[in-house]
């Protein structure tokens, strides 16, 4: 019965550390939550402000997360100035680190806190646009696959020539184009031609799609 005892109340000990341990605001990162100056919505950072903790933080925040304009202060002396989404590095900015007290920049774009060079990469790219088609991309997750779709004016699903460029295992299922097992960066050719909306005539179409990121995407031509 006391070995019970013993290890329930352990349990407990461990459980009600686990929940002072939880953030609740204003700042939600847990390396700048000891001590915040600065704008507030709703009981968390939101505005200009300043953050501390192990690192410093100044500049903008939404809900309670670095976002937007700001500079960070590692403990270890580290300093980035740029942009912020979502509590990390993301966008265009500039990094200084100290390496045997003498520092080192390196500029360019980081992407989910991780540097990506000194040009920026745009998940696609849009060229050789003809015709009256209008493309629609989302991303609906991680992966290596591309959903290519094309609908005429009346919303019925239509053929489409596909001329691509890159590594890829293609199959068809009723109307629509999948290419999966990918290796990004990959380029789609595409043409097809369709009546317009008055039914008077047919139009040709023609759009060059590049993907350059991985994804699972899903790619719907319109007209």
Not at 70 to 82: C, S
Not at 104 to 118: D, H, L, M, N, P
Not at 195 to 217: E, Q
Request: hydrophobic share 35%.
């Amino acid at each position: 019965m006391k070995k019970t005892i013993i290890l329930f109340s352990a349990f407990l000990i461990i459980l009600f550390n686990g929940f002072g341990q939880s953030i609740v605001g204003p700042v939600l990162k847990p390396e700048i939550s000891e001590k915040y100056e600065g704008e507030q919505k709703k009981g968390l950072a939101a505005g200009k402000g300043t953050a501390s903790g192990t690192d410093t933080y100044t500049g903008n925040f939404v809900k309670g997360l670095p976002e937007g304009q700001g500079t960070y202060t590692y403990k270890n002396g580290n300093v980035f100035v740029g942009s912020f989404k979502n509590g990390v590095m993301d966008g265009k900015g500039m990094m200084t680190i100290r390496v045997n007290e003498r520092d080192s920049i390196i500029k360019g774009y980081w992407e989910a806190g991780k540097y990506v060079g000194t040009k920026r990469i745009d998940p696609y790219e849009i060229s050789n646009k003809v015709g009256s088609v209008q493309e629609h991309l989302s991303v609906t997750g991680e992966g290596n696959t591309v959903e290519i779709s094309v609908v005429d004016p009346f919303n019925s699903y239509i053929s489409a020539q596909i001329f691509t460029e890159g590594q890829y295992v293609q199959k068809s299922y009723y109307g629509r184009e999948y290419f999966e097992d990918v290796k990004f960066p990959i380029l789609f050719d595409i043409k097809y031609s369709c009546t317009n909306k008055l039914r008077s005539g047919i139009i040709t179409n023609t759009i060059r799609i590049k993907i350059n990121k991985g994804g699972k995407w899903v790619i719907k031509l319109s007209n």
